[in-house]
């Protein structure tokens, strides 16, 4: 079993940046990969970036790319999302992901994701 607790969600205006983290226990962190996704109302979910167990690979969505960083600490147990540069099509329930089938590469597939975070909410204002 995994558990993943978002936290660093929040309210911000337009062309400011939020630090999303994602605090995972139950198992060894450093052995699966993780992956960030996010849900708009009334939109499906939707990929937006992921990290191998080591953090040398790092795969982003287009729509992210250049603004969002992935990054993770594997002595904290904790996988980051550095947001900058946020647009208002930016706002969205973020979830964090963990993929215990990867460990050297990554997937954009929710369903290949075996545990799930609860969610945080990123408001961007215009």
């Known amino acids: 079993q995994v558990q993943l607790v978002e936290s660093g969600g929040g309210l911000v205006q337009a062309g400011g940046s939020l630090r999303l983290s994602c605090a995972a226990s139950?198992?060894?962190?450093?052995?699966?990969?993780m992956g960030w996704f996010r849900q708009a109302p009334g939109k499906e979910r939707e990929f937006v970036a992921a990290i191998n167990w080591s953090g040398g690979v790092a795969y982003y969505a287009d729509s992210v790319k250049g603004r969002f960083t992935i990054s993770r600490d594997n002595t904290k147990n904790t996988v980051y999302l550095q947001m900058n540069s946020l647009k208002y099509e930016d706002t969205a329930v973020y979830y964090c992901?963990?993929?215990?089938?990867?460990?050297?590469?990554?997937?954009?597939?929710?369903?290949?994701?075996?545990?799930w975070g609860q969610g945080t909410q990123v408001t961007v204002s215009s």
């Open positions: 139950g198992r060894t962190f450093s052995s699966y990969a």
């Open positions: 992901a963990g993929d215990l089938g990867r460990t050297g590469r990554v997937t954009t597939l929710s369903n290949e994701y075996d545990y």
